[in-house]
């Protein structure tokens, strides 16, 4: 589902009890991100009405007993508690502390309870792991850091991971993606409440974009989904990302799994919420993306050195996910990258990864490669937009989805 999809979703319901629209609740628990936290804090809590953005009612609730603890060693005393949601019109749960832990049931069943009463319900990044353990996100669309998102779907089989979007509007409730796109969130709520002239007078305030447009896929990186790391597949996965040069298929990593296609794929889809083709098809598009931007290969080297067949098919798969033509693709990466900073790229490139053709085995990549590779071309610096990025008159970047 797209970012702005609460047209297509029932309209939100009818506030019951002391609910007013007006009244945001944020809930905070000991062990979360400061960041994350003070974006809710930040939007809602601030009187700008001199700008023209409509005032908020904020109540920062504590989800567990204080003080709260959160990263960089501050404690946080809530003003209210849990009783305080209640009130609340809106209800949002920026991050929870840790994936693997589950939120205190108290919380959880607030959470319910408001959304029964006609709250809305908002998970910034890891918070969607919160709105998931209360079955709010049950049977509906959601997202996540992409990180987090394979640990999100299979935690949760029931709730349709997108690890694509920035943020997911279901509704009566609403997910986004890790930090930035908190922000994104927040925003379009305030569109959705007060109308476009409100967001993007508060977005002037904050000095961020007034709508981003794009998904997460350009910020993707080949680390394992963090659950694999020990799992059998795991060693597959590994052999994969290192060959991606080669062409093999899934019946390929199936044979190095000991297992039938069909386990395999069950298997692959339980640890990573991806069936393994797709997968596989992705990864192969992102080393795409890297040479594209780091190197001068042309685009029928490029298909050939991240293993697909042909050039059309690099073509088809490259602009499926990224809405753009390779060669458009470098254009427009080039035109707002430094040309040194291309050409220094380009050269630790073009010592790492091996030639086209299929290399023996004892020449293939080790794992170091890919690693080495991402550490010399920045550690992921080269996926992210510019301090430029959204300068009036800038070519947009291709694989960033237009937003309605």
């Known amino acids: 589902m797209s970012q702005d999809s609460a047209t297509a979703t029932e309209a939100a319901r009818k506030l019951t009890g002391r609910r007013r629209r007006e009244v945001v609740a944020v809930l905070l628990f000991s062990g979360g991100p400061i960041f994350e936290s003070s974006i809710p804090l930040s939007v809602f809590g601030i009187d700008r ?192 990302l290192e060959h991606l040069h080669e062409q093999f298929d899934v019946e390929t990593l199936a044979a190095r799994a000991y297992m039938s296609r069909r386990t395999f794929d069950r298997r692959f889809r339980s640890l990573t919420g991806s069936a393994p083709l797709q997968w596989l098809i992705t990864q192969r598009v992102l080393q795409a993306q890297r040479l594209l931007e780091t190197s001068d290969y042309s685009v029928d080297e490029v298909a050939g050195r991240c293993g697909f067949r042909s050039p059309v098919a690099l073509r088809g798969h490259f602009r499926r996910q990224l809405g753009s033509s390779p060669a458009a693709y470098r254009a427009a990466y080039r035109a707002r990258r430094p040309q040194g900073v291309a050409e220094s790229a380009a050269t630790v490139v073009e010592t790492m990864v091996p030639s086209q053709g299929p290399p023996s085995r004892r020449g293939a990549p080790g794992p170091s490669a890919p690693v080495a590779m991402a550490v010399a071309v920045g550690s992921g610096e080269h996926l992210l937009p510019g301090p430029d990025a959204y300068a009036p008159g800038r070519p947009a970047l291709p694989g960033q989805r237009s937003a309605p």
């Open 49 to 240: 009405q001199d700008a023209g953005v409509p005032r908020y009612r904020l109540l920062v609730c504590g989800g567990e007993e204080g003080p709260l603890r959160t990263t960089g060693g501050l404690e946080l005393t809530a003003p209210y508690g849990l009783e305080a949601i209640s009130r609340a019109g809106t209800v949002v749960v920026p991050a929870w502390r840790s994936i693997t832990s589950p939120p205190p049931a108290e919380a959880l069943e607030a959470l319910r309870r408001a959304h029964e009463e006609g709250a809305r319900i908002v998970g910034l990044c890891t918070g969607a792991f919160v709105l998931a353990a209360a079955g709010l996100l049950d049977g509906r669309p959601a997202t996540t850091h992409w990180m987090y998102a394979p640990t999100l779907a299979k935690r949760y089989p029931s709730v349709h991971v997108d690890p694509r979007e920035l943020f997911v509007d279901d509704g009566d409730v609403l997910t986004s993606a890790g930090t930035a796109a908190g922000i994104d969130l927040c925003l379009h709520i305030v569109r959705t409440d007060h109308g476009t002239e409100a967001a993007g007078a508060l977005a002037r305030r904050l000095v961020v974009p007034p709508r981003r447009s794009g998904g997460q896929e350009r910020y993707l990186d080949r680390s394992l989904p963090e659950e694999i790391g020990s799992d059998p597949l795991a060693e597959v996965v590994a052999w994969a």
